[in-house]
Protein backbone atom coordinates (compact mmCIF):
# COMPACT_ATOMS: atom_id res chain seq x y z
CA UNK A 1 0.00 0.00 0.00
CA UNK A 2 2.75 2.10 0.67
CA UNK A 3 4.12 1.66 -2.13
CA UNK A 4 0.64 2.87 -4.35
CA UNK A 5 0.65 6.40 -2.37
CA UNK A 6 4.38 7.00 -3.33
CA UNK A 7 3.94 5.96 -6.98
CA UNK A 8 0.94 8.22 -6.70
CA UNK A 9 2.56 11.05 -4.64
CA UNK A 10 5.57 10.80 -7.34
CA UNK A 11 3.13 11.22 -10.46
CA UNK A 12 1.05 13.85 -9.17
CA UNK A 13 4.98 15.92 -8.45
CA UNK A 14 5.61 15.03 -12.08
CA UNK A 15 2.62 16.40 -13.92
CA UNK A 16 2.50 19.57 -11.49
CA UNK A 17 6.42 20.17 -12.56
CA UNK A 18 5.30 19.63 -16.26
CA UNK A 19 2.56 21.81 -15.80
CA UNK A 20 4.71 24.48 -14.52
CA UNK A 21 6.90 24.09 -17.67
CA UNK A 22 4.37 24.57 -20.03
CA UNK A 23 3.35 28.22 -18.22
CA UNK A 24 7.23 29.24 -18.43
CA UNK A 25 7.45 28.55 -22.18
CA UNK A 26 4.46 29.27 -23.59
CA UNK A 27 5.03 33.13 -24.95
CA UNK A 28 2.65 34.19 -23.18
CA UNK A 29 3.55 37.71 -23.57
CA UNK A 30 0.71 38.84 -20.57
CA UNK A 31 2.99 37.57 -18.32
CA UNK A 32 6.28 39.00 -16.97
CA UNK A 33 9.76 37.16 -16.72
CA UNK A 34 10.26 35.65 -13.30
CA UNK A 35 13.58 37.67 -12.78
CA UNK A 36 11.37 40.92 -12.76
CA UNK A 37 14.26 42.89 -13.54
CA UNK A 38 15.93 44.45 -17.07
CA UNK A 39 18.28 42.53 -18.78
CA UNK A 40 21.54 43.82 -19.70
CA UNK A 41 22.73 45.14 -23.23
CA UNK A 42 21.49 46.41 -26.23
CA UNK A 43 17.70 47.19 -26.69
CA UNK A 44 15.67 48.70 -29.79
CA UNK A 45 12.63 50.90 -28.86
CA UNK A 46 10.00 52.61 -30.85
CA UNK A 47 7.29 55.35 -30.40
CA UNK A 48 4.59 54.82 -32.28
CA UNK A 49 3.27 58.22 -33.46
CA UNK A 50 -0.46 56.96 -34.21
CA UNK A 51 -3.20 55.31 -33.19
CA UNK A 52 -2.90 52.26 -35.68
CA UNK A 53 0.85 51.56 -34.82
CA UNK A 54 2.09 51.92 -38.67
CA UNK A 55 4.17 55.07 -37.72
CA UNK A 56 7.22 54.14 -35.97
CA UNK A 57 10.06 56.80 -34.36
CA UNK A 58 13.09 53.89 -33.27
CA UNK A 59 15.77 54.27 -30.84
CA UNK A 60 18.10 52.72 -29.12
CA UNK A 61 19.60 52.26 -25.50
CA UNK A 62 21.83 49.81 -23.81
CA UNK A 63 20.82 49.01 -20.32
CA UNK A 64 24.42 48.61 -17.80
CA UNK A 65 22.57 47.71 -14.85
CA UNK A 66 19.67 48.27 -12.48
CA UNK A 67 19.71 51.99 -12.37
CA UNK A 68 21.51 53.02 -15.27
CA UNK A 69 21.16 52.87 -19.16
CA UNK A 70 22.04 54.85 -22.12
CA UNK A 71 20.13 56.78 -25.08
CA UNK A 72 21.73 56.60 -27.92
CA UNK A 73 21.42 59.41 -31.01
CA UNK A 74 24.62 58.90 -33.68
CA UNK A 75 27.59 60.60 -31.14
CA UNK A 76 24.84 61.59 -28.30
CA UNK A 77 24.95 59.30 -25.31
CA UNK A 78 22.44 60.35 -23.07
CA UNK A 79 22.52 58.87 -19.17
CA UNK A 80 19.69 58.07 -17.38
CA UNK A 81 19.63 56.89 -13.71
CA UNK A 82 16.49 57.40 -12.32
CA UNK A 83 14.57 54.12 -12.71
CA UNK A 84 12.17 52.12 -10.66
CA UNK A 85 11.79 48.74 -11.26
CA UNK A 86 8.82 46.88 -9.02
CA UNK A 87 8.63 43.23 -8.43
CA UNK A 88 5.09 43.02 -10.30
CA UNK A 89 7.57 44.11 -13.62
CA UNK A 90 6.31 47.71 -13.92
CA UNK A 91 8.97 49.75 -14.97
CA UNK A 92 9.48 53.48 -14.61
CA UNK A 93 12.25 55.73 -16.15
CA UNK A 94 12.30 59.25 -15.74
CA UNK A 95 14.52 61.11 -18.28
CA UNK A 96 17.26 63.00 -16.90
CA UNK A 97 16.98 66.99 -17.44
CA UNK A 98 13.24 66.92 -18.81
CA UNK A 99 10.17 66.61 -17.05
CA UNK A 100 9.10 62.99 -19.06
CA UNK A 101 8.78 59.64 -18.51
CA UNK A 102 8.49 56.18 -19.58
CA UNK A 103 6.23 53.46 -17.65
CA UNK A 104 6.72 50.35 -19.12
CA UNK A 105 5.53 46.42 -18.30
CA UNK A 106 8.32 43.68 -18.26
CA UNK A 107 6.64 41.35 -20.71
CA UNK A 108 8.24 38.01 -22.31
CA UNK A 109 7.34 37.66 -26.44
CA UNK A 110 8.87 34.02 -25.99
CA UNK A 111 11.20 31.71 -23.69
CA UNK A 112 14.18 34.29 -23.02
CA UNK A 113 13.42 37.27 -25.14
CA UNK A 114 12.26 40.50 -23.11
CA UNK A 115 9.99 43.32 -24.06
CA UNK A 116 9.24 46.46 -22.50
CA UNK A 117 5.77 47.81 -23.56
CA UNK A 118 3.73 51.05 -22.44
CA UNK A 119 4.25 54.74 -23.15
CA UNK A 120 6.10 58.13 -22.98
CA UNK A 121 4.72 60.62 -21.19
CA UNK A 122 5.71 64.41 -21.88
CA UNK A 123 4.60 65.92 -18.49
CA UNK A 124 4.98 69.45 -20.12
CA UNK A 125 2.01 69.08 -22.53
CA UNK A 126 -1.67 68.07 -21.28
CA UNK A 127 -2.04 64.56 -21.79
CA UNK A 128 0.37 63.83 -24.06
CA UNK A 129 1.83 60.29 -24.60
CA UNK A 130 3.24 57.74 -26.56
CA UNK A 131 2.79 54.34 -27.14
CA UNK A 132 6.32 52.48 -26.69
CA UNK A 133 7.49 49.05 -26.96
CA UNK A 134 11.42 47.75 -26.65
CA UNK A 135 12.71 44.59 -27.68
CA UNK A 136 16.00 42.91 -25.73
CA UNK A 137 19.12 41.82 -28.35
CA UNK A 138 18.68 44.50 -31.06
CA UNK A 139 20.48 47.50 -31.25
CA UNK A 140 19.70 48.44 -35.49
CA UNK A 141 17.73 51.77 -35.65
CA UNK A 142 16.51 51.04 -38.28
CA UNK A 143 15.98 47.47 -39.61
CA UNK A 144 17.84 45.95 -43.36
CA UNK A 145 13.89 45.62 -44.40
CA UNK A 146 13.69 49.60 -44.94
CA UNK A 147 16.77 49.04 -47.12
CA UNK A 148 16.28 48.39 -50.61
CA UNK A 149 20.66 47.86 -51.33
CA UNK A 150 23.13 46.67 -49.28
CA UNK A 151 25.10 49.18 -50.53
CA UNK A 152 24.04 52.42 -51.95
CA UNK A 153 25.83 53.80 -54.88
CA UNK A 154 24.45 57.39 -53.80
CA UNK A 155 25.06 59.80 -51.04
CA UNK A 156 23.59 62.15 -48.81
CA UNK A 157 26.68 63.64 -47.20
CA UNK A 158 27.21 67.28 -47.46
CA UNK A 159 25.34 70.52 -46.89
CA UNK A 160 21.38 71.10 -48.21
CA UNK A 161 19.88 73.92 -48.52
CA UNK A 162 16.20 72.77 -46.88
CA UNK A 163 12.76 74.66 -47.15
CA UNK A 164 10.20 73.20 -44.29
CA UNK A 165 6.50 73.84 -45.07
CA UNK A 166 7.57 75.35 -48.46
CA UNK A 167 5.09 77.55 -50.14
CA UNK A 168 3.45 78.67 -46.88
CA UNK A 169 3.41 81.32 -44.61
CA UNK A 170 4.61 79.31 -42.18
CA UNK A 171 7.88 78.34 -44.99
CA UNK A 172 11.31 78.30 -42.74
CA UNK A 173 14.80 77.60 -44.28
CA UNK A 174 17.46 74.96 -42.82
CA UNK A 175 20.50 74.23 -43.43
CA UNK A 176 21.00 70.42 -43.75
CA UNK A 177 24.43 68.65 -42.59
CA UNK A 178 25.09 64.99 -43.12
CA UNK A 179 27.75 62.07 -42.99
CA UNK A 180 27.20 58.66 -44.44
CA UNK A 181 28.74 55.20 -44.09
CA UNK A 182 29.55 53.06 -47.32
CA UNK A 183 26.59 50.88 -45.48
CA UNK A 184 24.05 53.59 -45.99
CA UNK A 185 23.95 55.06 -42.21
CA UNK A 186 23.52 58.60 -41.81
CA UNK A 187 24.26 61.13 -39.26
CA UNK A 188 23.44 65.11 -38.85
CA UNK A 189 21.29 67.33 -38.26
CA UNK A 190 19.11 70.28 -39.51
CA UNK A 191 20.48 73.76 -38.47
CA UNK A 192 18.07 76.73 -38.54
CA UNK A 193 18.30 80.17 -38.39
CA UNK A 194 17.07 79.87 -34.66
CA UNK A 195 18.64 76.26 -33.93
CA UNK A 196 19.04 72.69 -34.69
CA UNK A 197 17.73 69.76 -34.45
CA UNK A 198 20.33 67.83 -32.47
CA UNK A 199 21.50 64.76 -33.26
CA UNK A 200 19.72 62.51 -36.00
CA UNK A 201 20.54 59.15 -36.63
CA UNK A 202 18.81 56.96 -39.88
CA UNK A 203 19.82 55.10 -43.10
CA UNK A 204 19.85 55.97 -46.90
CA UNK A 205 18.97 53.34 -49.58
CA UNK A 206 19.63 55.30 -52.63
CA UNK A 207 16.02 55.74 -52.66
CA UNK A 208 14.75 57.09 -49.29
CA UNK A 209 16.35 58.54 -46.50
CA UNK A 210 14.85 57.97 -42.56
CA UNK A 211 16.31 59.84 -39.85
CA UNK A 212 15.43 59.78 -35.93
CA UNK A 213 16.15 61.47 -32.53
CA UNK A 214 14.86 60.97 -28.89
CA UNK A 215 16.24 62.66 -26.20
CA UNK A 216 13.12 63.09 -23.54
CA UNK A 217 11.92 66.15 -24.48
CA UNK A 218 11.25 65.88 -28.17
CA UNK A 219 10.71 62.85 -30.68
CA UNK A 220 11.89 63.67 -34.48
CA UNK A 221 11.39 61.70 -37.35
CA UNK A 222 12.14 63.18 -40.53
CA UNK A 223 11.55 61.27 -43.75
CA UNK A 224 12.03 61.97 -47.76
CA UNK A 225 12.54 60.33 -51.20
CA UNK A 226 15.45 61.11 -53.48
CA UNK A 227 14.16 62.31 -56.86
CA UNK A 228 17.07 63.51 -59.63
CA UNK A 229 19.26 64.15 -56.82
CA UNK A 230 16.94 66.23 -54.17
CA UNK A 231 14.96 65.07 -51.18
CA UNK A 232 11.29 65.65 -50.81
CA UNK A 233 9.39 64.40 -47.35
CA UNK A 234 7.54 64.76 -44.53
CA UNK A 235 9.30 65.67 -40.72
CA UNK A 236 7.13 64.49 -37.77
CA UNK A 237 7.36 65.82 -34.35
CA UNK A 238 5.80 63.59 -31.86
CA UNK A 239 1.94 63.16 -32.73
CA UNK A 240 1.30 66.92 -32.58
CA UNK A 241 3.03 68.29 -35.55
CA UNK A 242 4.28 67.35 -39.28
CA UNK A 243 5.40 69.42 -42.05
CA UNK A 244 6.76 68.40 -45.57
CA UNK A 245 10.26 69.69 -46.26
CA UNK A 246 12.25 70.07 -49.59
CA UNK A 247 15.87 70.08 -50.02
CA UNK A 248 18.97 70.35 -52.83
CA UNK A 249 22.57 69.67 -52.29
CA UNK A 250 24.50 73.03 -52.01
CA UNK A 251 27.97 73.82 -50.67
CA UNK A 252 27.25 77.08 -49.12
CA UNK A 253 23.37 77.73 -47.46
CA UNK A 254 23.06 81.29 -46.54
CA UNK A 255 20.75 81.52 -43.04
CA UNK A 256 20.09 84.85 -41.21
CA UNK A 257 22.87 85.05 -38.63
CA UNK A 258 21.56 84.66 -34.95
CA UNK A 259 22.98 87.78 -33.45
CA UNK A 260 20.75 90.30 -36.23
CA UNK A 261 17.29 88.66 -34.88
CA UNK A 262 16.87 90.11 -31.51
CA UNK A 263 17.68 93.67 -30.66
CA UNK A 264 16.95 96.55 -28.31
CA UNK A 265 13.70 99.04 -29.40
CA UNK A 266 14.41 102.61 -30.05
CA UNK A 267 14.43 104.69 -26.73
CA UNK A 268 15.91 101.82 -24.99
CA UNK A 269 19.68 101.07 -23.79
CA UNK A 270 19.50 99.19 -21.00
CA UNK A 271 18.00 95.38 -20.43
CA UNK A 272 15.85 95.98 -17.11
CA UNK A 273 13.80 92.97 -14.98
CA UNK A 274 12.97 91.77 -11.61
CA UNK A 275 12.28 88.46 -11.37
CA UNK A 276 11.70 85.56 -8.51
CA UNK A 277 14.36 82.92 -7.87
CA UNK A 278 13.90 79.30 -6.20
CA UNK A 279 13.85 81.32 -2.86
CA UNK A 280 10.95 84.15 -4.09
CA UNK A 281 13.87 86.61 -4.07
CA UNK A 282 13.21 89.21 -6.58
CA UNK A 283 16.25 89.57 -8.38
CA UNK A 284 17.56 92.29 -10.73
CA UNK A 285 20.64 93.46 -13.26
CA UNK A 286 20.89 96.17 -10.39
CA UNK A 287 21.68 94.40 -7.60
CA UNK A 288 24.96 94.41 -6.14
CA UNK A 289 26.15 90.82 -7.16
CA UNK A 290 25.80 92.22 -10.97
CA UNK A 291 27.59 95.84 -10.49
CA UNK A 292 30.68 96.09 -12.53
CA UNK A 293 30.46 92.63 -13.64
CA UNK A 294 30.00 91.59 -17.48
CA UNK A 295 26.92 89.66 -17.53
CA UNK A 296 25.02 86.94 -19.65
CA UNK A 297 21.03 86.53 -19.57
CA UNK A 298 19.99 83.67 -20.38
CA UNK A 299 16.35 83.65 -22.06
CA UNK A 300 15.31 79.63 -21.59
CA UNK A 301 13.37 77.21 -21.00
CA UNK A 302 13.54 73.81 -19.12
CA UNK A 303 11.41 71.73 -21.67
CA UNK A 304 13.89 72.76 -24.46
CA UNK A 305 17.08 70.65 -25.32
CA UNK A 306 18.67 73.11 -26.96
CA UNK A 307 19.00 75.37 -24.00
CA UNK A 308 20.03 71.70 -22.30
CA UNK A 309 23.31 72.32 -25.16
CA UNK A 310 23.55 76.09 -24.63
CA UNK A 311 23.15 75.41 -20.54
CA UNK A 312 26.05 72.80 -20.63
CA UNK A 313 28.21 75.56 -22.80
CA UNK A 314 27.50 78.64 -20.36
CA UNK A 315 28.25 76.19 -17.39
CA UNK A 316 31.68 75.79 -18.58
CA UNK A 317 32.12 79.68 -19.23
CA UNK A 318 30.88 80.47 -15.64
CA UNK A 319 33.44 77.64 -14.29
CA UNK A 320 36.33 79.37 -16.10
CA UNK A 321 35.28 83.32 -15.94
CA UNK A 322 33.80 83.59 -12.54
CA UNK A 323 36.09 84.38 -10.93
CA UNK A 324 37.09 87.58 -13.21
CA UNK A 325 33.92 89.28 -13.24
CA UNK A 326 31.70 87.20 -15.26
CA UNK A 327 28.12 86.68 -13.75
CA UNK A 328 25.18 84.34 -15.79
CA UNK A 329 21.30 84.55 -15.15
CA UNK A 330 19.11 82.51 -16.12
CA UNK A 331 15.41 83.90 -16.87
CA UNK A 332 13.25 80.62 -17.55
CA UNK A 333 9.93 80.27 -19.05
CA UNK A 334 7.66 77.75 -18.54
CA UNK A 335 4.84 75.46 -20.45
CA UNK A 336 3.29 75.01 -17.34
CA UNK A 337 2.85 78.86 -16.29
CA UNK A 338 2.89 78.08 -12.44
CA UNK A 339 6.04 79.20 -9.67
CA UNK A 340 5.59 75.16 -8.51
CA UNK A 341 6.34 73.75 -12.00
CA UNK A 342 9.28 76.13 -12.46
CA UNK A 343 10.60 75.71 -8.92
CA UNK A 344 10.73 71.39 -9.70
CA UNK A 345 11.50 71.69 -13.13
CA UNK A 346 14.48 74.10 -12.80
CA UNK A 347 15.89 72.39 -9.49
CA UNK A 348 16.09 69.12 -11.25
CA UNK A 349 18.04 71.11 -14.14
CA UNK A 350 20.36 72.68 -11.81
CA UNK A 351 21.18 69.08 -10.34
CA UNK A 352 21.58 67.68 -14.12
CA UNK A 353 23.37 69.84 -15.24
CA UNK A 354 25.56 71.39 -12.48
CA UNK A 355 24.46 75.11 -12.74
CA UNK A 356 26.20 77.50 -10.42
CA UNK A 357 24.72 80.29 -11.59
CA UNK A 358 21.35 82.26 -10.71
CA UNK A 359 17.60 81.26 -11.90
CA UNK A 360 14.86 82.81 -12.08
CA UNK A 361 11.01 82.48 -13.16
CA UNK A 362 10.07 84.93 -16.44
CA UNK A 363 6.39 83.41 -16.93
CA UNK A 364 4.73 81.30 -19.51
CA UNK A 365 6.39 79.88 -22.04
CA UNK A 366 4.22 81.23 -25.00
CA UNK A 367 6.36 83.92 -26.91
CA UNK A 368 3.51 86.24 -26.95
CA UNK A 369 3.84 86.41 -23.55
CA UNK A 370 7.16 85.92 -23.07
CA UNK A 371 7.86 89.12 -24.39
CA UNK A 372 5.57 91.36 -22.58
CA UNK A 373 8.03 90.25 -19.53
CA UNK A 374 11.03 92.34 -21.61
CA UNK A 375 9.28 94.82 -23.00
CA UNK A 376 12.80 96.86 -24.14
CA UNK A 377 13.19 94.16 -26.83
CA UNK A 378 11.73 93.73 -30.79
CA UNK A 379 10.91 90.11 -29.67
CA UNK A 380 11.76 86.99 -27.81
CA UNK A 381 11.97 85.01 -31.28
CA UNK A 382 13.90 81.74 -29.91
CA UNK A 383 14.71 79.17 -26.88
CA UNK A 384 17.87 79.89 -26.06
CA UNK A 385 18.74 83.80 -26.14
CA UNK A 386 21.79 85.17 -25.07
CA UNK A 387 22.32 88.61 -24.18
CA UNK A 388 25.64 89.95 -23.41
CA UNK A 389 26.15 92.59 -21.44
CA UNK A 390 29.52 94.64 -20.34
CA UNK A 391 30.47 95.84 -17.16
CA UNK A 392 28.82 99.38 -17.59
CA UNK A 393 25.71 97.56 -18.26
CA UNK A 394 25.65 97.91 -22.07
CA UNK A 395 24.29 95.15 -24.27
CA UNK A 396 27.05 94.83 -26.81
CA UNK A 397 25.22 90.79 -28.38
CA UNK A 398 22.07 89.07 -28.36
CA UNK A 399 22.15 86.13 -29.85
CA UNK A 400 19.22 84.31 -30.50
CA UNK A 401 19.08 80.54 -30.91
CA UNK A 402 21.68 78.16 -30.55
CA UNK A 403 23.89 76.00 -32.98
CA UNK A 404 24.36 72.59 -30.52
CA UNK A 405 26.82 70.26 -30.59
CA UNK A 406 25.33 68.08 -33.41
CA UNK A 407 26.45 70.86 -35.87
CA UNK A 408 30.18 70.18 -35.44
CA UNK A 409 31.80 73.23 -36.88
CA UNK A 410 29.43 75.79 -37.00
CA UNK A 411 29.13 74.70 -32.79
CA UNK A 412 32.96 75.35 -32.47
CA UNK A 413 32.65 78.78 -34.56
CA UNK A 414 30.07 79.85 -31.76
CA UNK A 415 32.04 78.66 -29.04
CA UNK A 416 35.49 80.29 -29.88
CA UNK A 417 33.65 83.76 -31.00
CA UNK A 418 32.08 83.75 -27.57
CA UNK A 419 34.73 83.24 -25.50
CA UNK A 420 36.45 86.26 -27.58
CA UNK A 421 33.47 87.98 -26.47
CA UNK A 422 33.36 87.37 -22.90
CA UNK A 423 37.23 87.72 -23.09
CA UNK A 424 36.48 91.34 -23.92
CA UNK A 425 33.54 92.29 -21.94
CA UNK A 426 35.99 91.22 -19.07
CA UNK A 427 38.99 93.65 -19.54
Same mark, same amino acid.
Given at each position: ??????????????????????????????????????????????????????????????????????????????????????????????????????????? @?? *????? %???????? =?? &??? !???????????????????????????????????????????????????????????????????????????????????????????????????????????????????????? @?? *????? %???????? =?? &??? !????????????????????????????????????????????????????????????????????????????????????????????????????????????????????????????????????????????????????????????????
Amino acid at each position: MKFIYLTLLTTLITMAACNNESNNTNGNTENPPIEGKLKRGDWRAVLYLNEDKSLELPFVFNVEGDEKLTIINAEERIQVTDITIEENGNVSIKMPVFDSEIKAKIK @EK *KKGEM %LLVGAWHN =YN &KKD !YSLAFEATHGDNIRFHSSFLKVEKPTKTVAGKWEVMFSPGTEDAYPAMGIFEQTEDGKVSGTFLTETGDYRYLEGVFDDSNIELSCFDGAHAFLFKAQWLDGKLKGIFFSGKHSEEPWVA @ER *KNQVK %LAKMDTLT =YL &KPG !YDRLEFSFPNLKKEMVSLSDPQFQNKAVIVQILGSWCPNCMDETRFLVELHNKYHKDGLEIIGIDYEVINRFEKFEENITKLKKDLNIPYTMVFGGAAKKSEASKTLPMLNHIMSYPTAIFIDRQGNIQKIHTGFAGPGTGEYYEDYKKSTIALVDSLLQ
